[in-house]
């Protein structure tokens, strides 16, 4: 059984920087290899939102309001995904949710937290 993990999250001063990370258990590195990878983020009241995303053999793509901000990356090896998120604004705050396309199936993680004072 596949499982998304998401951890970093918390509470950061406009400016400032977090760093997610999205840990995927029960599967092999081979397939996270190929695997397409996504964070998304909801604010309260708010739909679910695309944020950047990362696939095999492809440019990462972002969102345009975190374009310059915000850096998607993978650990194969360690099967992890990060958000590297700088100059954190207001409205970056949310519930920030890791999702995987692995074994033909969609994953989703239970989501981290992410507050942001002014």
């Known amino acids: 059984q596949v499982h998304l993990v998401e951890s970093g999250g918390g509470l950061v001063q406009a400016g400032g920087s977090l760093r997610l990370s999205c840990a995927a258990r029960g599967t092999i590195t081979s397939v996270f290899n190929s695997a397409t990878m996504n964070w998304y983020r909801q604010a309260p009241g708010k739909e679910r939102e695309f944020v950047a995303g990362s696939n095999l053999g492809g440019s990462p793509t972002y969102v345009d309001s975190v374009k310059d901000r915000f850096t998607i990356s993978r650990d194969n090896s360690r099967k992890t995904m990060y958000l590297q998120m700088n100059s954190l604004k207001p409205e970056d705050a949310g519930v920030y949710y890791c999702?995987?396309?692995?074994?033909?199936?969609?994953?989703w993680g239970p989501g981290t937290q992410v507050f942001v004072s002014s």
């Open positions: 999702y995987g396309r692995l074994y033909n199936r969609d994953y």
